[in-house]
């Protein structure tokens, strides 16, 4: 069986830290914990623990208002460990139009705005599932 998860959220303006109202790159790897937070109880029946990443990648800018969906998948599974791969994309893109600060595009196809791969464990006296 296949573990996957996603989320889907709106950027807001408390989201934003940078000038132009854009989104730290940390906004998207909160999202991925809580991805494989799911994930990890999916499998485990456990919230687990996110120990490392081993790639961050980040490929485009987000916005405050932007709608993102963050992706995650549990790639590999061993004793207690679980490596993951997450995908964020931006699927809806606000502030389109200066004159008019509520207009937003749906896109017509989504823009990957960060990868990342990273590795989880749940102790084995945690696992509850049977992972």
């Known amino acids: ?28 790897l909160g999202l991925f914990g809580d991805v494989a937070t799911e994930l990890l109880i999916q499998l485990d029946g456990d919230e687990g623990l996110f120990v490392a990443y081993d790639c961050v990648e ?17 790639t590999k599974i061993g004793n207690t460990s679980r490596q993951m791969e997450f995908h964020a994309y931006k699927v809806i893109q606000a502030n389109v139009d200066p004159s008019n600060p509520s207009a937003a595009d749906v896109l017509a196809e989504p823009i990957l705005v960060c990868y990342a791969r990273g590795t989880c464990v749940t102790p084995k006296d945690k696992q509850r599932l049977g992972g």
């Open 1 to 28: 069986m296949e573990h996957t998860s996603m989320i889907r959220l709106r950027m807001s303006s408390h989201d934003a830290h940078y000038g132009g109202d854009l989104v730290d790159g940390a906004r998207m």
């Open 58 to 74: 980040f490929k485009a800018p987000v916005f405050a208002g932007d709608y993102i969906e963050a992706h995650g998948k549990i």
